[in-house]
């Protein structure tokens, strides 16, 4: 992801986004989950890129999940907190949530 980011492959690392996510929801990190697709919508929004639409049915199962975990209202808050990080943040935040080690 920092390789799609120096490049400005924003497309690509809204994409790499998705795919944590959807590895973090799998993976019982719901909170994770949720910021991170904010975080990728945000940067679809701002492009004018959707998901196509394999990857959108994907990340509407992997939401209704969250919201049965999280309850709505906190969906909605990680969420919007995601959609209210620039690239930038987007990046540092995603390179520290999903850090192995």
Same mark, same amino acid.
């Given at each position: 992801?920092?390789?799609?980011?120096?490049?400005?492959?924003?497309? $690509?690392?809204? $994409?790499?986004?998705?795919?944590?996510?959807?590895?973090?929801? #799998?993976? #019982?990190?719901? &909170?994770? +989950?949720?910021?991170?697709?904010?975080?990728?919508? !945000?940067?679809? *929004?701002?492009?004018?890129?959707?998901?196509?639409?394999?990857? *959108?049915?994907?990340?509407?199962?992997?939401?209704?999940?969250?919201? !049965? +975990?999280?309850?709505?209202?906190?969906? #909605?808050?990680?969420?919007?907190?995601?959609? +209210?990080? =620039?690239? #930038?943040?987007?990046? +540092?935040?995603?390179?520290? &949530?999903?850090? =192995?080690?």
């Amino acid at each position: 992801m920092t390789a799609f980011h120096r490049l400005g492959d924003f497309p $690509s690392m809204a $994409s790499a986004l998705d795919g944590l996510s959807n590895l973090a929801a #799998d993976q #019982d990190a719901p &909170a994770n +989950a949720a910021i991170g697709y904010g975080a990728a919508d !945000a940067i679809r *929004e701002t492009l004018g890129t959707p998901r196509m639409p394999d990857e *959108e049915a994907i990340v509407t199962g992997q939401r209704e999940k969250l919201r !049965a +975990a999280l309850g709505p209202d906190e969906l #909605d808050r990680l969420t919007g907190e995601g959609h +209210a990080l =620039e690239a #930038d943040a987007a990046l +540092a935040w995603a390179l520290e &949530a999903f850090a =192995e080690g």
